[in-house]
């Protein structure tokens, strides 16, 4: 079912690459690299004509030519790939690189007259290869490094070589993948030995190796860029299904049972990643945790604190999670700064105290790019705020909010006036949010500005005014007068989306039947063209799912229809509108089209029904309840929490 709530302008450009190419000595010598923004199919183009006389006496370019054309089918010569490959292999049997590469090519992918066969390839790439040109060599690499069944085995040593070969003409792709053979020459022997340090960094490497997952589809010849990049077509494999397993599990788990404290800790992570399964029981996790904190490990000493914040092979107990996240602290642990912070702020195991988490962020290793402007700018105040406002303290989030405006933070001008302006929390106060909404040059605040001048709120209604402000907050307009939509009209726009959220949280319903009077207006003065009707009606939906006064329900199955949508049921259009509202964060609004009773008492609804009661008790639980362990290791919020107020504060 085609998802038409929101809309989305997008707008691609794309700038051919205009490269000339040297002529074929230079091209493919072995002394040289070739010429960046050049590939096989420009050189062939770059040859003169050849003349079958000269293939016939012997000259490998006109073979390689006529080998082409026969392979195109052009230049006077019929599409025949057996003609061709014979031509090619005439030539490549004189050492021409060009032919004994496209013959590698075909063979490696199948391709042309033959069958796969990626031995004969190799034949073909060593080739090459032995005469120095580095694509080859780079290619060889990868497939010793990754082999090829029986028939090619995983050779790291050969790989190595081919690679070293690669990097010492310049190829910088190759030094990564030298890197990854030195670990496997170097440090499996001594892993294989029994050394738990060579086992845990072998595990590491194993664990972030993300050229397991790709193998290779084709065999035509390799591509370089401008910045001389050498590009060969692959197929990840975790498309296919073919997804090896996890090897670096077994070596971690003999480093940690060797007591080796990196390694340990690197388990207990496990436990936390986002994306948890990575084969370690909870009962694993607290151990080997466990038995790196008891060693004096502070990452240790912050994730066993962690599991028993969680209760994560533990029973869960506040009171010692904090003070193993103190005496993390304490002992160096940068990460464990700002959840301390959440700990003081919430009153987790510890009585709450907002001045010491401010105290502790000022600590944390998460800083402003600038970190001499972090305390001026009120960065600290702003994230003690959120902290509140995650988890429904909103006059702490207020009072820090008033604190961080007062040094001068912009951001916080925004989210207070989002206070005052939706009535949540706080007394509603629109003239106060205009005053800090004008106070600040925030993009957001531009946009929130223009919404309060063309609703009248805080000040005179003016929608000359509202356009003007909210073109300065677009980095760039594009025109779209090509669907009958002039530059005022694409900027009312803009506005309704804006004030749909806004007013979406405000409930304000005047504001709405304002814009539904806008989206009317358009409709009528411009020209009738499908992509503007799209536009419209994606807006008129959403527009008729937030108001929702009596018949507002058939206008979205309508509109919804008439834009292509004819097979979907009432009840998949209900669900999409409901998990739009989810995206928003507008959780009332979801709820109230989830209760009606298309809704009610089907599984999706039941299901969906279950994630919102979810969403709301975690809204009440401790943020240390779910902190997860990052792509670099550490602590972070779970990105799959929702937070409250996503669009303003």
Same mark, same amino acid.
């Given at each position: 079912?085609?998802?038409?709530?929101?809309?989305?302008?997008?707008?691609?450009?794309?700038?051919?690459?205009?490269?000339?190419?040297?002529?074929?000595?230079?091209? !493919?010598?072995?002394?040289?690299?070739?010429?960046?923004?050049?590939?096989?199919?420009?050189?062939?183009?770059?040859?003169?004509?050849?003349?079958?006389?000269?293939?016939?006496?012997?000259?490998?370019?006109?073979?390689?030519?006529?080998?082409?054309?026969?392979?195109?089918?052009?230049?006077?010569?019929?599409?025949?790939?057996?003609?061709?490959?014979?031509?090619?292999?005439?030539?490549?049997?004189?050492?021409?690189?060009?032919?004994?590469?496209?013959?590698?090519?075909?063979? !490696?992918?199948?391709?042309?007259?033959?069958?796969? %066969?990626?031995?004969? =390839?190799?034949?073909?790439?060593?080739?090459?290869?032995?005469?120095?040109?580095?694509?080859?060599?780079?290619?060889?690499?990868?497939?010793?490094?990754?082999?090829?069944?029986?028939?090619?085995?995983?050779?790291? %040593?050969?790989?190595?070589?081919?690679?070293?070969?690669?990097?010492?003409?310049?190829?910088?792709?190759?030094?990564?993948?030298?890197?990854?053979?030195?670990?496997?020459?170097?440090?499996?022997?001594?892993?294989? *030995?029994?050394?738990?340090?060579?086992?845990?960094?072998?595990?590491?490497?194993?664990?972030?190796?993300?050229?397991?997952?790709?193998?290779?589809?084709?065999? &035509?010849?390799?591509?370089?860029?401008?910045?001389?990049?050498?590009?060969?077509?692959?197929?990840?494999?975790?498309?296919?299904?073919?997804?090896?397993?996890?090897?670096?599990?077994?070596?971690?788990?003999?480093?940690?049972?060797?007591?080796?404290?990196?390694?340990?800790?690197?388990?207990?992570?496990?436990?936390?990643?986002?994306?948890?399964?990575?084969?370690?029981?909870?009962?694993?996790?607290? /151990?080997?945790?466990?038995?790196?904190?008891?060693?004096?490990?502070?990452?240790?000493?912050?994730?066993?604190?962690?599991?028993?914040?969680?209760?994560?092979?533990?029973?869960?107990?506040?009171?010692?999670? !904090? +003070?193993?996240?103190?005496?993390?602290?304490?002992?160096?642990?940068?990460?464990?700064? &700002?959840?301390?912070?959440?700990?003081?702020?919430?009153?987790?195991?510890?009585?709450? $105290?907002?001045?010491?988490?401010?105290?502790?962020?000022?600590?944390?290793?998460?800083?402003?790019?600038?970190?001499?402007?972090?305390?001026?700018?009120?960065?600290?105040?702003?994230?003690?705020?959120?902290?509140?406002? @995650?988890?429904?303290?909103?006059?702490?989030?207020?009072?820090?909010?008033?604190?961080?405006?007062? /040094?001068?933070?912009?951001?916080?001008?925004?989210?207070?006036?989002?206070?005052?302006?939706?009535?949540?929390?706080?007394? +509603?106060?629109?003239?106060?949010?205009?005053?800090?909404?004008?106070?600040?040059?925030?993009?957001? #605040?531009?946009?929130?500005?223009?919404?309060?001048?063309?609703?009248?709120?805080?000040?005179?209604? %003016?929608?000359?005014?509202?356009?003007?402000?909210?073109?300065?907050?677009? @980095?760039?307009?594009?025109?779209?007068?090509?669907?009958?939509?002039?530059?005022?009209?694409?900027?009312?726009?803009?506005?309704?989306?804006?004030?749909?959220?806004?007013?979406?949280?405000?409930?304000?319903?005047?504001?709405?039947?304002?814009?539904?009077?806008?989206?009317? $207006?358009?409709?009528?003065?411009?020209?009738?063209?499908?992509?503007?009707?799209?536009?419209? *009606?994606?807006?008129?939906?959403?527009?008729?799912?937030?108001?929702?006064?009596?018949?507002?329900?058939?206008?979205?199955? +309508?509109?919804?229809?008439?834009?292509?949508?004819?097979? #979907?049921?009432?009840?998949?259009?209900?669900?999409?509108?409901?998990?739009?509202?989810?995206?928003?964060?507008?959780?009332?609004?979801?709820?109230?089209?989830?209760?009606?009773?298309?809704?009610?008492?089907?599984?999706?609804?039941?299901?969906? =029904?279950?994630?919102?009661?979810?969403?709301?008790?975690?809204?009440?639980?401790?943020?240390?309840?779910?902190?997860?362990?990052?792509?670099?290791?550490?602590?972070? +919020?779970?990105?799959?929490?929702?937070?409250?107020?996503?669009?303003?504060?």
């Amino acid at each position: 079912m085609k998802r038409m709530i929101f809309t989305v302008f997008l707008l691609a450009a794309a700038t051919p690459l205009a490269a000339g190419c040297a002529d074929y000595v230079h091209y !493919f010598s072995a002394a040289s690299t070739r010429p960046r923004g050049c590939d096989l199919d420009e050189f062939r183009g770059s040859i003169p004509d050849a003349k079958k006389s000269d293939a016939d006496s012997g000259d490998p370019v006109s073979q390689f030519q006529l080998g082409a054309y026969c392979e195109d089918g052009i230049k006077g010569y019929a599409k025949d790939n057996a003609a061709a490959l014979t031509w090619y292999r005439k030539s490549a049997d004189q050492g021409f690189i060009p032919a004994m590469l496209r013959l590698a090519a075909w063979y !490696f992918d199948g391709d042309g007259p033959v069958k796969k %066969d990626v031995p004969q =390839a190799v034949v073909w790439y060593r080739k090459c290869a032995e005469a120095g040109h580095p694509d080859a060599q780079i290619r060889l690499g990868q497939i010793y490094t990754m082999g090829w069944g029986d028939a090619i085995p995983v050779d790291h %040593d050969e790989a190595y070589q081919w690679f070293r070969k690669a990097a010492m003409h310049g190829k910088g792709e190759a030094i990564p993948a030298l890197r990854y053979e030195r670990i496997h020459r170097e440090t499996r022997p001594k892993a294989e *030995a029994g050394d738990p340090v060579a086992q845990y960094y072998l595990a590491m490497h194993l664990k972030n190796d993300t050229s397991r997952f790709w193998h290779y589809d084709s065999g &035509e010849a390799p591509t370089v860029d401008e910045d001389g990049t050498t590009h060969f077509r692959v197929t990840p494999r975790l498309l296919t299904g073919d997804v090896p397993e996890p090897e670096y599990l077994p070596w971690l788990r003999k480093s940690a049972d060797q007591g080796y404290p990196p390694a340990q800790v690197a388990i207990g992570k496990t436990g936390f990643a986002i994306l948890h399964g990575a084969g370690f029981s909870d009962a694993d996790i607290f /151990k080997y945790l466990q038995q790196a904190a008891d060693v004096g490990d502070t990452e240790g000493m912050l994730w066993l604190g962690l599991c028993y914040a969680q209760g994560k092979g533990v029973k869960r107990d506040d009171d010692q999670a !904090f +003070q193993l996240l103190l005496a993390a602290g304490e002992k160096g642990c940068p990460d464990a700064a &700002e959840l301390l912070a959440y700990a003081y702020a919430q009153g987790t195991g510890v009585k709450a $105290d907002s001045e010491t988490a401010l105290d502790y962020l000022r600590k944390s290793p998460n800083q402003p790019g600038d970190a001499s402007l972090a305390s001026d700018a009120g960065f600290h105040e702003l994230k003690l705020a959120g902290i509140y406002t @995650e988890t429904q303290n909103h006059a702490e989030a207020v009072r820090w909010l008033k604190a961080a405006i007062k /040094k001068g933070n912009a951001a916080a001008r925004v989210k207070l006036a989002g206070y005052h302006l939706t009535d949540k929390h706080v007394p +509603q106060d629109l003239a106060e949010a205009v005053r800090l909404l004008e106070a600040s040059s925030d993009f957001q #605040a531009k946009r929130l500005l223009a919404v309060c001048h063309y609703l009248g709120w805080g000040v005179p209604a %003016d929608e000359a005014e509202a356009l003007r402000i909210i073109k300065q907050s677009l @980095e760039y307009m594009p025109s779209m007068e090509n669907i009958g939509l002039s530059a005022d009209d694409m900027l009312r726009l803009y506005l309704c989306e804006h004030i749909f959220i806004l007013c979406g949280e405000a409930n304000d319903g005047d504001g709405l039947g304002k814009c539904a009077k806008t989206l009317d $207006d358009i409709a009528a003065r411009c020209k009738d063209t499908e992509d503007l009707r799209k536009i419209l *009606a994606g807006l008129q939906v959403f527009l008729y799912a937030l108001r929702d006064q009596p018949g507002d329900a058939e206008k979205v199955l +309508q509109v919804f229809r008439h834009q292509g949508n004819s097979e #979907a049921t009432d009840s998949q259009i209900y669900l999409e509108i409901v998990e739009t509202f989810l995206r928003l964060n507008l959780i009332d609004h979801a709820q109230r089209w989830l209760d009606k009773p298309i809704l009610r008492n089907t599984l999706p609804g039941k299901e969906i =029904a279950a994630d919102i009661k979810q969403r709301q008790k975690r809204r009440t639980e401790s943020l240390l309840m779910h902190i997860r362990c990052d792509d670099d290791g550490r602590p972070c +919020q779970n990105p799959f929490t929702p937070h409250e107020g996503e669009f303003l504060r």
